[in-house]
C-alpha cells in the first residue's frame, strides 16, 4: 500500500515533510519505504502501530498502479538522456 505521509521527526532517515512511503503494517510496527526511481537510493524506517494510527489520520492513499506507472515513466526518461 502506497501513501502521502506527512513526518515530522517520526523517522529520522526520513527527515521532515511530505513523503510518499510504501507501507507494510505488521503486528507490533509498521515499515516504510520512501518511493524512488532507483532502489538504491530508497530510504527505509519503522514507526510503531500507535505512532502509525496518528500518521495515518492525516495520510493520502494512492492507487498502486498510479506509482508503479510514474516510476516506470520515470526511469523510461532517465535511461533516454
Do not use: N, P
Not at 515499515?31 to 530508497?42: F, G, N
Not at 496518528?54 to 494512492?62: D, M, P
Amino acid at each position: 500500500m502506497y501513501c502521502d505521509v506527512y513526518f515530522t521527526d517520526q523517522v529520522r532517515a526520513f527527515g521532515s515533510g511530505y513523503r510518499i512511503v510504501e507501507v507494510s503494517i505488521g503486528r507490533k510496527w509498521v515499515h516504510l519505504k520512501t518511493i524512488a526511481v532507483d532502489a538504491h537510493y530508497a530510504l527505509k524506517g519503522k514507526v510503531s502501530i500507535k505512532e502509525w494510527k496518528q500518521l495515518e489520520r492525516k495520510a493520502r492513499f494512492i492507487d498502486d498502479a498510479a506509482i508503479k506507472r510514474g516510476l516506470r515513466k520515470a526511469k523510461k526518461m532517465l535511461r533516454s538522456k
